[in-house]
């Protein structure tokens, strides 16, 4: 029986961030949509069904280089941790080569090194968008096949929470300069509505600290559902994404999304956001004032526009990668 074995590994990261988001998303579909006749299984260095036993660091340092452990026949790589010969494997994003800035150096460079790598040794790619796709031939020698397979997406529901005030702007997403949300803090401030951003701290030392904003850090999956209940609007004004999740996580919970015009969040909006031009100050205040003014113009669009997403289509056309048939 063949078996497809799946590395989990991002789940153990100090900040899984959206990666381990799409990672759990994506085992779990994996799971529910087995083709007959296969069997699937995880495995990461805890926490998994096959326990590799070395430390993260030392994994990282080996697959980079090429050498063992190896993982089985069929492995999928929901990130470029594992460039194996033989492996299908999800590349996120472009931004080390299209943003370095918004990466530490030690970042970039391992992620050009083993997307590159992935990029000749794999078996095949898996991309969230065309945008990705294309990007990615402009910057590396790809010498696989690639195939655009969207993320799902997970519809959220909950009740507003008691705890926050009315009104407020949200942003989701671990703190780091890629994000765009320190721009967002003078913005609402402009705007003088209150700011809630959901996510872990992440590198660059960006600080959001200010009377009006409210850091939630992590929280679960029932949180969010909450938080995002009360949201008047989603502000996404990432200078560089790959997808974009947050965005549809909030169409599909009715809320309006102002994104920045990244050609990722764009394609994956679908026109059913209000797009604002990135790194701009003044294009962001306008597009935020005028979703706060007029929210319910863009919900029934964005509602329409995240119900095309599954985590079962994506764990189809995950499959489709592997088998060679069609998703």
Do not use: C
């Not at 078996?3 to 994506?26: D, F, I, K, S």
């Not at 492996?87 to 150096?105: F, G, I, N, R, S």
């Not at 329409?304 to 060679?324: D, M």
């Amino acid at each position: 029986m063949p078996e497809l074995v799946v590395l989990t590994e991002q789940l153990n990261a100090p900040v899984p961030g959206g990666t381990g988001r799409y990672t759990a998303e994506l085992f779990k579909a994996l799971i529910q949509t087995t083709p007959e006749g296969w069997s699937v299984i995880s495995a990461a260095t805890a926490g998994a069904d096959r326990v590799i036993r070395v430390p993260r660091r030392v994994l990282v340092a080996l697959w980079e280089r090429g050498l063992p452990p190896k993982l089985g026949l069929n492995v999928h790589a929901p990130t470029p941790l594992a460039p194996l010969p033989g492996a299908v494997v999800t590349v996120h994003d472009v931004v080390p080569w299209t943003h370095p800035e918004t990466l530490t150096p030690r970042g970039v460079a391992w992620h050009r090194k083993v997307i590159s790598k992935a990029a000749r040794e794999a078996r095949a790619l898996v991309v969230p968008t065309k945008a990705v796709g294309s990007q990615l031939g402009d910057h590396v020698r790809v010498e696989v096949p690639v195939h655009v397979v969207p993320n799902g997406v997970t519809r959220l529901v909950g009740t507003k929470p008691d705890d926050l005030p009315d009104g407020y702007v949200l942003a989701i997403g671990t703190i780091e300069p890629r994000k765009g949300f320190e721009l967002l803090v003078r913005a609402t401030e402009r705007l003088r509505v209150p700011l809630v951003v959901i996510g872990p701290q992440g590198w660059g030392g960006v600080d959001l600290r200010a009377s009006h904003v409210t850091l939630l850090g992590r929280v679960t999956d029932e949180r969010l559902a909450s938080v995002l209940a009360g949201a008047s609007v989603l502000a996404a004004p990432s200078l560089a994404e790959g997808f974009g999740l947050p965005v549809l996580e909030a169409m599909a919970a009715g809320v309006p999304v102002v994104h920045s015009d990244d050609p990722a969040l764009v394609e994956v909006a679908g026109g059913a956001g209000t797009v604002v031009r990135r790194g701009d100050l003044a294009s962001l205040t306008e597009g935020l004032r005028a979703v706060l003014a007029d929210p319910r113009h863009t919900i029934d669009a964005g509602i329409t526009r995240a119900s095309g997403f599954t985590w079962e289509k994506t764990a189809l056309g995950v499959w489709g990668a592997h088998t060679g048939r069609p998703d």
